[in-house]
């Protein structure tokens, strides 16, 4: 998982990045696992591209093809080092991220949700489908919902059951949502059995 990272917290905590991409969490046994890439590591390059958010990695990984192999810089406290992570196809990564994070596919509504990082409650919108209706209704990518309706929501497993009663009911929840500084209310329309 990534964040952003700021000049604030570099200050903070006497390191020398002041911008980039805040390694959180990596996947096991995934590209960024294997090219040697570790929890607290700040991603400032990607092919030499300048990083300054999280956003800005994802969309360059994105743009990249299967068996690519791409040059990674981070900084490790006070170290730079430079890495070599190859891609794998979207099928293979994400198998390996929903096993590491305990996520749950929504195809009705084009949403992939996962666990928090550890002593976080809520769960995080891993990828919308720009076409799906969770997307028409507002979500984005990173994400992080933390109720639903006054419920609030700890895991996947409780968002899984609070969206279900939701639906069995035929109310459209309310989704209190994390969006980087910012709290807004997503009101989320679940599609019927008939796709409507």
């Known amino acids: 998982m990534l964040m952003d990272f700021t000049p604030e917290q570099a200050e903070k905590h006497n390191l020398g990045a002041k911008q980039g991409a805040f390694v959180r969490e990596v996947v096991l046994d995934g590209p960024a696992a294997k090219a040697g890439m570790a929890p ?91 076409k799906g209706s969770a997307a028409q209704d507002g979500l984005q990518s990173g994400d992080f919902i933390q109720r639903i309706g006054n419920a609030e929501v700890k895991n996947v497993e409780e968002f899984t059951t609070l969206l279900a009663e939701k639906r069995a009911a035929g109310t459209s929840p309310l989704l209190t949502v994390r969006r980087g500084k910012s709290t807004l209310f997503i009101s989320l329309q679940l599609p019927t059995s008939d796709g409507k």
Request: glycine letters at 10%.
């Open 40 to 130: 607290d590591d700040i991603i400032i390059h990607l092919d030499k591209q300048d990083i300054k958010t999280y956003k800005e990695v994802i969309s360059l990984v994105g743009e990249r093809q299967p068996g690519e192999v791409i040059m990674i810089t981070v900084m490790r406290g006070k170290t730079k080092l430079t890495l070599q992570a190859t891609l794998e196809d979207f099928a293979t990564g994400m198998g390996k991220v929903m096993r590491h994070y305990g996520a749950q596919k929504f195809d009705d509504l084009g949403i992939l949700v996962r666990n928090p990082p550890r002593g976080w409650s809520g769960v995080v919108v891993e990828k919308v489908n720009p």
